[in-house]
């Protein structure tokens, strides 16, 4: 089996390469940057995708705050080319598994987010930023494309491979000796690591084409995954003040709920990632000791 898989600069990419290979040590598990294969490029695209059988989109513009200002460039790649690349698999005869976010929901249903249902992948979508807005049409083009595709969302992800909260929060600890972390916004941080895993298994139990959630289970604040990753670094003595949305405005609104319903998994036959909390500590030595800071404990 032949898998392509697109923004292998990115955070979740490697890790999809990764679990593709550890399943099936047989398959081709071709690894896709920018400079490989731009995925706006119509004609490049059914070429390199000739003789798929699986293609994965983890390529995607994801710099949230900018695409306030950029709203067209953003939507160049996360709408314009996720439908490129739909219609190039289709045309190939391969899955698409089109990577999405919790952004396309307005995060801002009933009742406090601490016990708020989880968003269902059929509730109403109604993105609050550019970001959202272009993701959210990027899952529109996929399903239009009229390919055999699965559109996982995933939210808040974590991993040893690129950029992610717990690197900024360390770099941060550093440079400041003490952090404010909001407190207000409420979502499941996520392992690269389970997302990849789902992405594969979903294949390999030949899920039908839909919307899929993969996150851990549980929820929480930044503020509080702030300090589990402090605790995990050995930096207890860093401060870490809970302050409000309001109170660290950014260019872009962020979803006040991100936490995701993850039953549609089990009902094809995959299990969902653990709780967030589980996860982490499982996770925490691989992702502190890329960003430079073993976890306490561990040994370099």
Not at 188 to 216: C, F
Not at 268 to 276: K, Y
């Amino acid at each position: 089996m032949r898998w392509v898989v697109t923004g292998a600069g990115g955070l979740l990419a490697p890790d999809v390469v990764r679990a593709v290979r550890r399943a099936d040590p047989t398959a081709e598990a071709v690894p896709l940057r920018r400079a490989d294969l731009d995925v706006q490029d119509a004609r490049r695209a059914r070429e390199v995708l000739a003789g798929a059988d699986v293609v994965v989109n983890c390529a995607a513009w994801t710099a949230v705050d900018l695409a306030e200002s950029d709203e067209a460039a953003a939507h160049a790649v996360n709408a314009d080319g996720a439908g490129t690349l739909a219609r190039a698999a289709a045309a190939a005869g391969a899955r698409l598994v089109h990577l999405s976010t919790d952004y396309v929901f307005d995060g801002g249903t009933e009742g406090s987010a601490a016990v708020r249902r989880p968003h269902r992948v059929d509730d109403p979508t109604g993105p609050v930023s550019a970001y959202g807005r272009t993701k959210l049409a990027g899952e529109q083009a996929v399903r239009a494309a009229g390919g055999d595709a699965l559109v996982v969302r995933t939210a808040w992800l974590y991993g040893a491979a690129g950029g992610c909260f717990p690197r900024t929060v360390l770099r941060l600890a550093r440079e400041r000796g003490e952090l404010s972390v909001v407190d207000d916004q409420w979502g499941s941080p996520t392992w690269t690591a389970d997302v990849a895993r789902v992405v594969v298994e979903l294949v390999a139990a030949r899920a039908p084409a839909g919307t899929y959630h993969a996150t851990a289970t549980g929820r929480t604040t930044w503020c509080t995954f702030a300090r589990d990753v402090m605790d995990s670094a050995g930096l207890t003595d860093v401060p870490v003040r809970a302050v409000t949305s309001a109170q660290f405005p950014t260019a872009a609104r962020r979803p006040e709920f991100s936490v995701l319903d993850t039953e549609g998994l089990r009902r094809v036959g995959v299990e969902p990632p653990a709780d967030w909390r589980a996860r982490w500590a499982l996770a925490a030595p691989e992702v502190l000791e890329a960003a430079g800071a073993p976890a306490a404990g561990s040994l370099r």
